[in-house]
């Protein structure tokens, strides 16, 4: 019999797996998005382009016809059918525009959904029509806020219904297809126009951008559904595997957190589609703002406790009713306060201020969010608020470039106006003005829910840290791993998966990477690629141009799948490789195969520390940096007191990162290395008869030739003397 709470951990399992299956299908659909805007991007001709976005919708919805159709200024035939697959006579019904599909379409400016046309009474279609066409899928296409076309599709292939997904998707696309179809026709005036003349400059390079940008929005949107995806699968792997300890709690949290931020971005997408289709109303009530706001902070206050931000709250009333649209203003509060902690530097402040003010007889609201972060240029603030811009000039912290835009339309659509004022070094401000009066919205034939509605509770997604911790025992021989990642969570879901087997360190940027990975010279580094301060390119470049750390083994992590961002990251000297999501099994195999390499490395290192300096091929970082040991120890080689203190100060290093970095490559720590070098110098000049053995125990720096003797017969297996007996020892031997 299974308690009420094990009954309650079940119903939450399966509703996490819903969810996850919901956010796998927006993936999915996002990924589609990015495919048809690449190659449209490559079309020819507006045709091509159209033909391109109808064969991936059918593959998508798994229609059996599909066809874009565009609107004509002839009232007999309003429709042009642009693109149509396959046999389309049954779809005439399209052209009686007041009892047609398209028509109904048009007229309500939404998207229609069929499940079967013989059940459905409000179309005009024959008998065949109703026989043939079971599902049907129709979304407007938009443009500027005006309807420029229709998309439909027809049957599903299995025979089985379109669903509200395959609306929604169709809805998202009819959006772009506006946007791609003008795209289509502008780069057909252009190869027009290049037939006659050549365009200027200014024309082809604004085409070039218009193209990018497009590209870059499902590309990068595409990116920012990769780490909230591995933060889902990979716990839900180790719940469905039974090999999570302990109680699953936290584990069930960080999948809601990340499964809710991807709710969050298919809704801002949703959002913005509503917007250009304006679909989107106000929903005026009244409300205490006071209590609102303050709820809203205080959701961030997680997150802001990651980066050490302290959220002020300032307010002149403790209580203000006030009318306004609850949900609009939670998008345009939250999008900022997340702004102002994600883009804020480490020990940050971010002040809230909510104020008053009349003007003309109305009433505004004011409400101020203030951060002390990096600010921003002013070519940056021209930008910051035009849709798919990203913060690439301010900081490495890769997002869609929709957030501050979705604010600005949604602050629009209130009535109300936001102003920026930022200063390179000193921080940003965001400053919205709101109008708060009945009388206002009711000028504006907005209506209000006069009474005041009870408080929801405030849902935002916040990234919340796991309070619970256990006590690993680690061995003190295993291996050290630092992981550099800025995102909390993936920091703790990659640490949770290795700390059984390694001692980790963590490190919250690219900076504070580098400056622990001199601090500990771990045994391996696993880096993430998009970091503020220091991206995981440039730190894996510092790395491994360092003498100090250059042996370390470095994984990098990125959302970016493409062959070219594998190479930069391998051209910078990363030795693996993984891309977001990842399995926990896959990364700890690949830790497991680099430190057994390295290890492998070490061995057969040691066992060639009797190569002259001169006989070393130099190709590598190491390689010059064990060739200026071996010169400097060769150099001292007759110095009885040079100690592996004196051989730090030769190379430049502290006699612990001298030690690791020995330990490293050749499995032999400063002292040890000197005194292997000593021995093996000395075996030479015995097979050269260079000397008898006391001489040549002083020239190789040792005082005591007993000492020598013991040291010599404990590396070879032959003392001194036997050696000389023996005249030469196999090479095999003294390799």
Known sequence: MLSKADEKLIRENEKLKQQLEQFKSAVDELQLLNEIAIAAGNSQSTDQTLNTIVQKILRAVNAEQGSIMLLTDDEQDPFRTFLRKEDFSTLKPHYRINTSISGWVLKNEEPLLIKNLSKDSRFHSTEEERKDIKSILCSPIWFEGKIIGIMTMVNKKDKTEFTEGDQTLLSIISIQTGQLIKNSQLQQEYFQKTKEAELSRWESEKLKELDTIKTDFFTNLSHEFRTPLTLILGPLEKLLDGKTKGDPSSQYQLMFNHASRLLQLVNQLLDLSSLDA????????????????????????????????????????????????????????????????????????????????????????????????????????????????????????????????????????????????????????????????????EKKNVEIRRAIQSEDKVRTFVEVKDKTSGSNEISEEAPVILIVEDNYDMRHFIKENIQTDYKVIEAVDGEDGLTKALENIPDLIISDVLMPKLNGYEFCSKIKTDERTSHIPVILLTSKAETNSRIKGLETGADDYLTKPFYSAELLSRIKNLIDLRKKLREKSGKEITLEPKDIAVTSTDEKFLTRVLEIVEKNVSNENFSAEDFADNVGMSKTHLNRKLNALTDASANEFIRTYRLKKAARLLSGRSGNISEIAYEVGFSNPSYFAESFKKLFGYSPSEYLQKRSLPTSTLS
Not at 313 to 331: G, I, V, Y
Not at 342 to 366: D, H
């Open 278 to 441: 304006g679909k989107m109303k106000l929903e005026i009530g009244k409300y205490d703002i006071v209590s609102f706001i303050k709820g809203i902070a205080n959701s961030f206050e997680s997150f802001a406790e990651e980066k050490n931000i302290k959220i002020n709250f300032t307010s002149k009333n403790e209580k203000l009713d006030a009318c306004f649209d609850r949900d609009k203003l939670q998008k345009i509060f939250g999008n900022l306060l997340s702004n102002a902690i994600k883009f804020n530097k480490e020990n940050g402040i971010v002040n809230i201020t909510l104020g008053e003010k009349r003007s003309k007889g109305i009433s505004y609201l004011q409400i101020e969010v203030e951060d002390n972060g990096p600010g921003m240029s002013s070519e940056f603030q021209k930008n910051i608020f035009n849709r798919f811009f990203k913060s690439q000039g301010l900081s490495a912290v890769e997002g869609t470039g929709i957030g501050l835009a979705l604010v600005k339309e949604l602050v629009e659509l209130h009535f109300s106006e936001i102003d920026l004022k930022s200063i390179e070094g000193k921080g940003t401000r965001f400053k919205i003005t709101i109008p708060v009066d009945e009388e206002f919205y």
